[in-house]
């Protein structure tokens, strides 16, 4: 029986791509193992998927100066050694990092053991954790063609995102009934990011009763963020995470307004659901986001609204549009290519799998 010991972490975008990937390798005969932090998202997510995980230090990675860089440096070199001891011991035949601060030092310790490192980039431009360890990896596999110039032709694969199956067996009618929705009038799914989003949050919730009067409103608005003032208010749901009633809220969703994560782009394109992007803002992030959404809006998948422009005038004139004109970006859609890269990426691991 071959071995995998996979890692990511910090946000849920670093997660489940992983938990895509875990149903088939299982299948495939594969002894997984995951390597996360403590109190990290991948820890809750992980764990409920029954497969053995082990708990390492990790300290963030900044490209700016801040003294808590001194403390994290100590964070990063115990993590290291940690990395190191637990793939001694487990002797996989391949680690496969999804990124996040958590995946470096597991990168490190794994090419200290020779072990083969397979990674994979969701974002058009690599982060800083994947930037880092790219020079350790056998192969580095990425989700946008736009990618490719920043990763060497003999590292580089295009492989897609991994997408989980189980997000295509959703039911319209499940999906209304967590909600208590009716027929009555079309659904709008807000995503905010696992971590929630408060510029959308509080968009959505300002303008809640002009939405409500041509839609009803399921809003996964992140931990800590329901508001207690919109309960109980007709056609408007609030849910801090979601996760195996997921599938079922896609299924209903007329229209999705989301960030701009590169996972949850992939579920909407896969699902084909009508959307408005707000991705993060470069004063919160490096610009990812930014660019994932600019890529969608290219290829008429998306509508797309700049967080630092979003208001009411925009997000109503958006949804207007948007829904308007939703079989013309479902057309856009079914013409595209991109699907689920579960596939794909499993051809990598196999390969290297020494």
């Known amino acids: 029986m071959k071995r995998i010991v996979m890692t990511g ?3 849920a975008g670093h997660v489940t791509p992983n938990i895509a990937l875990i149903p088939r390798l299982k299948k495939l005969g594969y002894d997984i193992h995951y390597i996360g932090t403590e109190k990290g998202i991948e820890r809750k ?9 082990h708990v390492i230090n990790a300290g963030k990675l900044r490209r700016y100066l801040d003294v808590k860089n001194l403390t994290d440096a100590f964070r990063i070199t115990h993590g290291f050694m940690q990395s190191l001891a637990l793939i001694s011991r487990l002797k996989p035949n391949i680690v496969f990092s999804k990124g996040g601060f958590v995946s470096s030092p597991v990168v490190w ?20 954790a994947n930037k880092i360890a790219i020079p350790f990896a056998k192969k580095v596999c990425y989700t946008f063609p736009e990618t490719g110039k ?6 580089g694969v295009l492989t897609g995102i991994p997408v989980r199956d189980s997000l295509f067996f959703g039911e319209k009618k499940m999906g209304k009934e967590i909600c208590g929705f009716n027929d009555e009038k079309p659904i709008i799914l807000i995503i905010g990011g696992s971590l929630g989003s408060q510029v959308i949050n509080r968009n959505i919730r300002a303008n809640i009763k002009t939405i409500l009067k041509s839609f009803q409103v399921c809003h996964i608005c992140g931990k800590g963020n329901i508001d207690k003032n919109y309960e109980g208010i007709k056609g408007y749901k609030q849910f801090e995470y979601v996760r195996e009633e997921l599938s079922h809220l896609f299924a209903m969703a007329d229209l999705i307004i989301s960030r701009a994560g590169a996972t949850v782009l992939y579920e909407i394109l896969a699902l084909k659901r009508p959307n408005i992007l707000i991705p993060l803002s470069k004063k919160a992030s490096r610009g990812d986001q930014i660019l994932n959404a600019e890529s969608f809006k290219k290829q008429g998948l998306s509508h797309v609204i700049m967080e630092e422009n979003l208001n009411s ?10 829904y308007k004109n939703r079989s013309a970006y479902i057309n856009a859609m079914n013409l595209n290519r991109a699907g689920s890269g579960i596939d794909n990426v499993i051809k990598v691991i196999q390969k290297f799998s020494k």
Do not use: C, F, Q
Request: glycine letters at 12%.
């Open 150 to 155: 920043y990763i060497s032709e003999d590292k």
């Open 9 to 11: 972490g910090g946000t």
């Open 109 to 128: 310790g794994a090419w200290m053991n020779r072990v083969p490192i397979v990674i994979h980039e969701s974002d058009i431009t690599p982060g800083l």
């Open 45 to 53: 997510l992980i764990e409920k998927e029954g497969i053995p995980y």
């Open 313 to 322: 005038e925009l997000l109503l004139e958006g949804i207007k549009k948007v």
